[in-house]
Every structure is written in C-alpha cells, then in structure tokens.
C-alpha cells in the first residue's frame, strides 16, 4: 500500500434510498476533503436495480480516488423490520463494491462514530456536520448523507491513529 502522499479513506453511510459517500486523505495529521456527494438511485426502480446502482456507483468512486481504506456505518437498531432489512442490504451493495475493488472496510457504529468527532455518543446530526466541517477547514455544503459519510472517513482516520499510538506505546 503506497501511502506517502497520504492515507486516502472512503467513509460510506448506505442506504437505499440515498448512499452518502466521503473521500479524505490524511498526510502527518492534516485532514484534506477530496470528494463528498450522495448516490441517489432512482425511487421509480425495484430494489434489485437500486441495490445494483449503489454498487456500480460505489465502484466508480473507488476507481477515481483508489482508497487505501473504507469505512462504514455499522446497522442501528431500527423498530421498522422492513427498513432495517433494506439498510442491510444497501450495506451489502457498498460492501460488496468494495470487496469487489480488493478494499478492506472497518465499521463503526454511530454512536462511536458521534462520540471520536463531538464528544458525545447521542450528538445531533447537526453538531456531526459542524465537527466535520471544523475538522476539514470548510463550511459544511454539502447534504446530510454526505456528512454522515465524512464523519465516518474521519472517526476511522482517528481509530486508526488510536491503534497506532496505543500499539507503539506497549
């Protein structure tokens, strides 16, 4: 993996309606924000070619930034069977674009995902887009879903420094 132009890390937040994606790189601890946008397949098609659309789509991202690393929002507990089924499988659509690229994904639940960027585990998305917005030197313009993408990009870069700071520690 050739890293020394930095860490390149593709932050995923699916679902099957709208997929946020985020695309950062970090260099000796500078955060850069190379691409942010949402995938919107269309309403009008089954699920099949939506779920279809996410991962070609997913795919296309890879190839334009090649990541080192993803990262995901993990499934929350949802009280609507039929909506926490369609989450799972729009993660299994941006798993499988990334499985299908060679790329390895760590997940994060959302509550570790708001308590790495705000603090707290229950923050509002409001207070998520503000910290991602901070933590790249911008104005968050983009939608919500993307933000949610960026803020998982970031709580990854953040484990990840984590782990190598406790490992060298020992």
């Not at 946020?20 to 000796?28: A, K």
């Amino acid at each position: 993996m050739d890293t020394e132009n930095g860490l390149v890390v593709l932050g995923l937040d699916p679902g099957s309606r709208c997929t946020g994606f985020g695309v950062v790189r970090e260099r000796s601890g500078q955060l850069t924000l190379l691409e942010t946008g949402t995938i919107r397949p269309k309403s009008s098609e089954g699920l099949s070619l939506r779920l279809g659309a996410l991962l070609t789509q997913i795919a296309v991202v890879i190839d334009r930034w090649s990541p080192h690393e993803a990262a995901i929002e993990d499934v929350f507990v949802a009280r609507n069977t039929a909506s926490a089924l369609k989450l799972g499988q729009a993660r299994g659509a941006a798993l499988a674009a990334c499985g299908s690229r060679g790329l390895d994904v760590s997940e994060y639940a959302p509550t570790v995902v708001k308590k790495t960027l705000v603090g707290a585990g229950r923050a509002e998305k409001s207070q998520v887009a503000f910290m991602v917005g901070q933590m790249l030197g911008c104005k968050p313009q983009w939608a919500e879903d993307s933000s949610d993408a960026l803020a998982v990009a970031l709580c990854h870069c953040n484990q990840r420094r984590l782990s190598r700071l406790t490992a060298a520690g020992r």
